[in-house]
Structures are given as C-alpha cells and as structure tokens.
C-alpha cells in the first residue's frame, strides 16, 4: 500500500513557527516518525510540502494514480480553498484531513474547514501524533475504499 502524506502552506517552518500552538518539532522530524511507523506497518510513504495551491492541487491529481490513500494538512487553505476541496473530491481515494492544533478552539475564521465535507475524516488537535493515527486509519480504510464508495461497480 502506498499513501502520500501532504504538508500545505507555511507547514515547511515547523518548530520555529509559533511553537506554543504547532510544537517544536520541525516538518522533518514528524516526517520522520511517519516513516518508522510507515516501516512498522509495512507500507510506503511519500511526504510532500507546498506552500502553492496550485502545486498541491497537482500533487492530488497524481495521488489518485499513483497512491492508495491521502494524508493532508492544507494549512490555512484549510479555510476557503474550494479548489483543493474539488480536488480531493475528484480523487476516489480516501483522504484524512490533520490539524497539528485544535482548529475549533482557535480563531472564528479556523473553525470552519471546507475540506472537511469531502475527506473520509479529520483529525485536529492532537499534534504531530494526529498524522500517525492518521496514518493507522488510512491503512484499515483504504482496502475498503473503493468498494464502498461505488456501490454501482
Ligand atoms: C493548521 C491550522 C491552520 O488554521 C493553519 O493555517 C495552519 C496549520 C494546523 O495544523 O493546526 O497552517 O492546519
């Protein structure tokens, strides 16, 4: 099983970028915990970090011919991209959507994610650990996934 972990915007500044709300692991460092668990699971991880829309938009449209399942932060796109939305709609792969911090406790403008509606499911608030249970999930969903979203095959 394949699966791409995917950083959006600002998420490449990790450990220096307000450690008090994202911690003071760096990008690399969670990376690297996502491969050993990659390891101990028996799966292939990717992990990617873009700080354009476009880019990530491409690097979904790829996944969904090349990985059986999507971990992805968008950062603050998170708020009002409709496009990567579209995106991961498009794609017909499970995608787990990670928050490092608990984006309902935070501003009114964090509250709102217009990807949530379109992923198989959130996880937010519980840092750098958020990707490794996402990990886990997407490893018992993706065998599943397509049998399950097309009821019509
Ligand atoms: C974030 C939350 C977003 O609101 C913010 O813009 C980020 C990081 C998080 O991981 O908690 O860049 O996605």
């Given at each position: 099983m ?8 600002n ?5 220096q ?34 700080n ?6 491409d690097?979904i ?8 399942a ?8 998170t708020h ?5 939305r ?6 017909g ?24 509606p379109v992923?198989a499911g959130?996880i937010?608030?519980?840092?750098a ?11 018992e ?13």
């Amino acid at each position: 099983m394949k699966i791409l972990v995917l950083n959006g915007p600002n998420l490449n500044l990790l450990g220096q970028r307000e450690p008090s709300v994202y911690g003071t692991g760096s990008l690399d460092e969670i990376n690297n915990r996502i491969l050993v668990l990659a390891g101990e699971l028996g799966v292939e991880v990717t992990c990617r970090q873009s700080n354009n829309e476009g880019d990530l938009i491409d690097l979904i449209h790829r996944a969904a011919v090349e990985v059986d399942a999507v971990i992805f932060n968008p950062g603050a796109f998170t708020h009002y991209s409709y496009a990567l939305r579209d995106a991961i709609e498009a794609i017909g792969i499970p995608t787990v959507e990670v928050h490092l911090s608990n984006i309902y406790a935070r501003e009114d403008f964090r509250r709102h994610s217009v990807i949530a509606p379109v992923v198989a499911g959130q996880i937010s608030g519980l840092g750098a650990a958020g990707y490794l249970l996402a990990l886990r999930a997407v490893v018992e969903l993706a065998p599943c996934w397509r049998k399950r979203h097309c009821k019509y095959d």
